[in-house]
């Protein structure tokens, strides 16, 4: 199988014209994955290396390029449910000058080529540049006016943002307010980035809650900026850096050193180091500086840019279409190495997923020795073909995380075979035994074992926290040690140890002991005494079930009584078959392209059997507010889902589970069977308190949780729904939420803010 730059290298030589219109398909379908969806398929150097051939291409056929080609646009990362900013300046990309590999002339020639550009341009022999690194974060603009910050934005399109203010105001390092002495008007733009060990705790703890792991710190910051919830966006930890200027209107700034200090003043971080050069032969040192000091930054970088230092300089040589003519980022060219893969591992994480592991030859890169380097899932395998024995180029990515590049096919061994996880495993846990299973729309195989012993200290650890079962000492060390010493396989096993055994507990080394002692031991033990007595919805979130938090689980618990009739009953099953039938309903609509030159007549009879049959089904509980169903004038039925499908369907497939029997069966010895604090209030809402029958949805940055607010708002009759529809009372509005607050609008249905909900609460 040849690979990617292979297979074009053949397609250029027998249709140019072809590639290239091939070519700016697969860029600007990367630029989607890369600027919009934060979840790009190939590595920036793969990228770096198709951008470069088209712009090759375009400088032998200029009469090829149109304003759609991705040489012509910023990259767009406009994402839907953000309230959109018009920039007062455009916010343009930079031009990227690559370094290139040792023997192919100057390393850093288009460095030279670039400086020279400029001495040319400006008639100067040495125009003075600032050199600083390039961040591999997120761009975005912060605006202030009078001293106060209006909005953050996206880049977009260049002309156009997402106003993310909300989102951004939880970045302590972004003030709001400016100190005396601002500007009236200020527009700072800079990257919003997240430091290399931040990463790896957040990593580290989606890991522990259950969650997908984030490839690498620049997706974890592209995702996190276009989450719609402030709340959850203050939990990721983000940082910003300015490193350049937009509108502005204050005391003249003459160049880069008057920038640099007007941040200082304001209280704005601003990007370091940065170097000042002189001269051809100073630009390069102050890159190859760059190049070393960037590695102690803690922070992902991929570069350095070179800007103009002057800034009526900088306006006298203007724009293209697309960036600066007087700034460049010259792009390090990282490290590679080839290597031999000996072997496949697989590791199974702490939530159930099989994660396949290269073996490699030990090879030193970018300052450390590489000796393994993981491969991600069996899709990632079979896109690069990566086969046991193959001989495989390898890099760091952002120089922090090993990553195989491609193979080198010329080097293959002819006995190789491709490579399949599910039977390397032979389909089942290599930890446990348990078979293993790839839900459906997802990529990674996963242990359907609950009590599996790679995960039970990350479930123990869950089990533990505070919104869980809230066990006081027993997360962290404290489980991993459990499980080390073999005293626990699963979390429930907490519940048969005495004091004597837990205080007994070594978390230290056979060498070096350190007992957990009897006085933890106790505050542990009553802790899990009282654990047996929190409600059903606290239980459903110490199982870690996938899309069960704290706010489902609630959801889940308002329509059971207790967990035996969760597990047993029939209205996880009754939603589901509602579900299925609603969508049978749909699908035979007359007006439907697909049924056209059907019998209109028996469609609409068949429709109004079956939604004589659903209504029957859908009573009892249609009654008492669980379920409705409401035919939209259009032969469309919509179902109004009280707990949500994917959810719905992640509690059957538990409880259904042999892991979830197991539980049940565990659960029902040691006599614990939670009742959920919720039922009954949901059967009394509709009569009693001040926002009885009332619908709320609660959308932005809010003071408290939202769990919080649909507790009050529930304990005062009232019902706190997700999405906007005709049938929503009122709109809590926080700063931000700009999709359900355009909705609202559209349906006209009231906005209102805390300080409103809270008067509705307490009537006078």
Not at 736 to 763: F, Q
Request: net charge negative; glycine share 8%.
């Amino acid at each position: 199988m040849m690979n990617l730059f292979e297979f074009a290298a053949a397609q250029q030589e027998q249709n140019p014209r072809a590639y290239y219109d091939e070519l700016c398909a697969t860029i600007r379908r990367n630029n989607e994955l890369y600027y919009a969806q934060a979840q790009p398929e190939i590595s920036d150097a793969e990228y770096d290396r198709l951008y470069r051939e088209l712009e090759e291409l375009e400088a032998v056929h200029p009469d090829w390029i149109t304003p759609e080609s991705p040489t012509q646009r910023v990259g767009n990362d406009l994402s839907e449910g953000f309230r959109k900013v018009t920039h007062p300046a455009p916010m343009l990309s930079i031009d990227d000058i690559f370094e290139h590999k040792p023997g192919e002339g100057e390393t850093d020639a288009e460095l030279v080529e670039f400086y020279q550009r400029l001495q040319r341009s400006l008639g100067q022999e040495a125009p003075l540049v600032v050199v600083e690194p390039k961040i591999d974060g997120c761009a975005v603009t912060l605006l202030y006016r009078g001293g106060r910050l209006v909005y953050a934005a996206t880049r977009g399109d260049g002309r156009t943002g997402d106003d993310i203010t909300a989102n951004v105001r939880t970045i302590r390092s972004v003030p709001f307010t400016l100190p005396e002495g601002a500007p009236e008007l200020l527009e700072v733009r800079g990257e919003i980035y997240m430091p290399s060990a931040d990463f790896d705790k957040l990593n580290e703890q989606r890991d522990a809650d259950g969650l997908p792991t984030f490839a690498n710190p620049r997706n974890a910051t592209a995702g996190t900026i276009k989450l719609l919830d402030a709340v959850e966006v203050a939990t990721r930890p983000l940082r910003f850096l300015a490193h350049g200027i937009g509108a502005y209107e204050g005391t003249p700034l003459r160049s880069a050193d008057d920038y640099e200090d007007l941040l200082k003043r304001m209280g704005i971080p601003c990007n370091q180091p940065i170097l000042r050069a002189a001269g051809a032969e100073e630009v390069r040192r102050a890159v190859q500086e760059i190049d070393t000091l960037r590695r102690s930054l803690g922070y992902g970088t991929d570069g350095a840019v070179i800007k103009l230092a002057d800034f009526t300089l900088r306006e006298s040589l203007g724009n293209t279409a697309r960036a600066p003519r007087w700034a460049a980022a010259f792009k390090y060219l990282p490290e590679q190495k080839e290597t031999i893969l000996k072997g496949i591992t697989i590791q199974v994480g702490r939530t159930g997923v099989l994660t396949p592991v290269a073996e490699l030859e030990p090879v030193r890169l970018s300052g450390t020795t590489v000796s393994r380097a993981t491969l991600h899932n069996q899709d990632e395998i079979a896109r690069k073909d990566i086969r046991i024995g193959d001989t495989v180029l390898m890099e760091k990515s952002g120089e922090i995380i090993p990553a195989v590049v491609h193979v080198i096919l010329p080097k293959r061994p002819a006995d190789t075979v491709p490579y399949s996880l599910y039977d390397a495993v032979g389909g089942v846990c290599p930890c446990c035994g348990a078979p293993i299973m790839q839900e459906e729309g997802q990529v990674a195989w996963r242990c359907t074992n609950f009590t599996c012993s790679a995960q039970a200290a990350m479930r123990t650890t869950y089990f533990c926290k505070r919104e869980a079962l809230d066990i006081e000492n027993l997360g962290g060390t404290v489980a991993e040690a459990l499980v080390n010493r073999g005293m626990i396989t699963s979390p429930l096993d907490l519940f048969r140890l005495t004091v004597e055994e837990l205080g007994a507990l070594n978390l230290g080394t056979d060498d070096e002991p350190r007992r957990f002692g009897e006085k933890n031991a106790a505050k542990a033990i009553a802790a899990l005494e009282a654990a047996r007595k929190l409600p059903l919805e606290r239980w459903l979130t110490a199982f870690g079930i996938p899309t069960i938090g704290t706010v489902t689980a609630r959801a889940v618990a308002k329509y059971h009584r207790d967990l035996n009739e969760l597990a047993r009953g029939s209205f996880l099953s009754l939603l589901q078959e509602l579900e299925r039938g609603v969508e049978l309903f749909n699908s035979l609509n007359p007006k439907a392209r697909v049924n056209k030159g059907a019998d209109r007549e028996e469609l609409q009879a068949r429709q109004q059997e079956l939604y004589a049959g659903l209504r029957d089904m859908a009573a009892p509980y249609a009654e008492r507010g669980y379920v409705s169903l409401e035919e939209d004038g259009a032969n469309k039925l919509k179902f109004t889902h009280p707990i949500g499908s994917v959810s719905c369907q992640k509690l059957r497939q538990y409880f259904l589970s042999p892991a979830g029997e197991m539980v049940m069966e565990t659960l029902g010895k040691l006599g614990i069977n939670p009742v959920s604090s919720v039922f009954e209030e949901n059967l009394l809402t509709a009569q009693v308190g001040p926002l009885a029958g009332k619908t709320f949805v609660l959308t932005g940055a809010l003071s408290r949780p939202r769990p919080e607010f649909e507790k009050m708002i529930a304990a005062a009759g009232g019902k706190a729904t997700g999405s906007v529809t005709k049938k929503t009372d009122y709109l809590v509005a926080g700063e931000g939420g700009g999709s359900k607050r355009d909705k609202a609008v559209k349906l006209g249905v009231p906005i209102i803010g805390e300080s409103d909900l809270i008067s509705m609460l307490s009537p006078v």
